[in-house]
């Protein structure tokens, strides 16, 4: 067994619960976290039958709110552990759509959730990782890397991701606990439902299609990275290319590359 225990945001869909089905083979328990606690038992209920002996705990909680974070977390840390845990911080979302038609309650959740609940967790878990090992994966994105028009603060909020990923691990390198950041591009969850706005046409879409990667390649991608200390990892050939490139662009090549960009047909979000 190569962890005692899996801490999963956002298992209930998309890389989560990929995540979750490929970890339950290497972890003796899973914690998994998210709002759809009914989607999270189900998934809780298919491990166990597939795994006797695992023990899969389900956390519903709204990461995106003060009061359930601070639960979480005392939760989490009750947990007794005496062997090596894994933190995927992976719970996150987008709003496909410029900044002055968005909701102040999204615009909210995206920083809450995507910033500070992957902080609050890293910062809950480092003591314990450092006295016991394991390792962290942030899930950032090949978003980090851009400053994109009609995602602004999504990509700003991966930005600090990575950023804070890499610092992270250099705190932690020291007493030999892995952190990585995942930098996909495109890949087919329930990301792109839940980010568009209503009425809004996603006029990268037939751009974008090119550079898809399979949930399983960015999930068994990112755990070998992780065994293998990298800082960064980009699932797929396409991805570290597009990834070097932009990283090596001079800004004004970039803002010029991302004023061309199509923009999205605004609209305000559902919610509003
Ligand atoms: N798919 C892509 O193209 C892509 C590319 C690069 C990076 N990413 C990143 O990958 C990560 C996973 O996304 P995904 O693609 O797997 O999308 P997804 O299928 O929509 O999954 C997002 C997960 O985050 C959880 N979540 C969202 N808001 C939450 C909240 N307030 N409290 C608790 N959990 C919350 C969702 O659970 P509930 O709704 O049940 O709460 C869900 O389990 C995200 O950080 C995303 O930014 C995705």
């Known amino acids: 067994m190569k962890y005692q225990q899996a801490i999963i945001t956002g298992a209930s869909s998309g890389f989560g ?8 083979f290497d972890c003796g328990r899973l914690v998994l976290i998210a709002r759809r606690g009914e989607i999270l038992k189900n998934l809780a209920s298919e491990l166990q039958e597939a795994h006797p002996g695992i023990e899969v705990l389900v956390e519903k909680c709204d990461l995106a709110s003060v009061d359930d974070r601070r639960k979480l977390i005392a939760k989490l840390k009750s947990l007794p552990v005496s062997g090596k845990t894994l933190l995927i911080n992976n719970a996150g979302l987008g709003d496909y759509g410029e900044l002055a038609s968005a909701t102040v309650e999204r615009n909210a959740s995206m920083v809450q959730v995507n910033v500070q609940a992957l902080v609050e967790l890293s910062h809950a878990f480092a003591p314990l990782l450092k006295a016991q090992g394991g390792g962290i994966i942030n899930i950032a994105s090949l978003a980090a890397d851009l400053p994109i028009p009609d995602f602004a603060i999504y990509a700003a909020s991966k930005a600090f991701v990575a950023s804070f990923s890499e610092a992270l691990r250099l705190e932690m390198t020291a007493c030999g606990v892995p952190v990585l950041a995942v930098c996909p591009g495109p ?50 050939l396409k991805i570290r290319l597009a990834g070097l490139l932009v ?13 061309m960009r199509p923009r999205k047909v605004t609209a305000t979000h559902p919610e509003s």
């Not at 619960?17 to 339950?24: E, I, K, P, S, T």
């Open 17 to 24: 619960a990929a995540f979750a089905r490929r970890l339950a």
């Open 187 to 236: 890949v087919h969850t329930g990301f792109g439902d839940v980010a568009r706005r209503q009425g809004c046409s996603d006029g990268s879409a037939p751009f974008k299609k090119w550079f898809y990667t399979e949930i399983a390649t960015v999930v068994e991608g990112a755990l070998k990275a992780l065994r293998g200390g990298k800082a960064r990892y980009y699932p797929s």
């Open 247 to 259: 990283r090596n662009l001079p800004l004004p090549v970039l803002r010029f590359i991302m004023g």
